[in-house]
């Protein structure tokens, strides 16, 4: 299984964006993707994932207002849509795939990372 980020960028406060994350290489199905990000000089932090077989999420605390994790079986890829975005926001953002939780350690496949940055 390959992972490919995609839909980073620069925006404003308080504007959107929507992270992708396509799967490649076999069936999904037995995992969980999660999403996770890391700032500068910090550690990576979860932000939210998905259960692959039946669609059940969870959300950190300081995004489940204002980011939605889902994803398209026909397309094999999953998304983080991300609004009301803030400065401390900013990071790179990886997808990954695995057994699922809120750690690292729960994911054994990343991909590469795609970086957001929200101006003020």
């Known amino acids: 299984v390959q992972l490919q980020a995609s839909g980073g960028g620069l925006v404003h406060v308080g504007g959107s964006l929507r992270l992708s994350c396509t799967v490649s290489?076999?069936?999904?199905?037995?995992?969980?993707m999660g999403w996770f990000r890391q700032a500068p000089g910090k550690e990576r932090e979860f932000v939210a994932n998905?259960?692959?077989?039946?669609?059940?999420?969870f959300s950190a605390d300081s995004v489940k207002d204002r980011f939605t994790i889902s994803r398209d079986d026909a397309r094999n890829t999953g998304y983080l849509q991300m609004s009301s975005l803030k400065p401390e926001d900013t990071a790179v953002y990886y997808c990954?795939?695995?057994?699922?939780?809120?750690?690292?350690?729960?994911?054994?496949?990343w991909g590469q990372g795609t970086q957001v940055t929200v101006s003020s």
């Open positions: 290489g076999r069936s999904f199905s037995s995992y969980a």
């Open positions: 990954a795939a695995g057994p699922g939780g809120l750690l690292t350690t729960g994911y054994d496949i």
């Open positions: 998905i259960r692959w077989t039946d669609s059940n999420t």
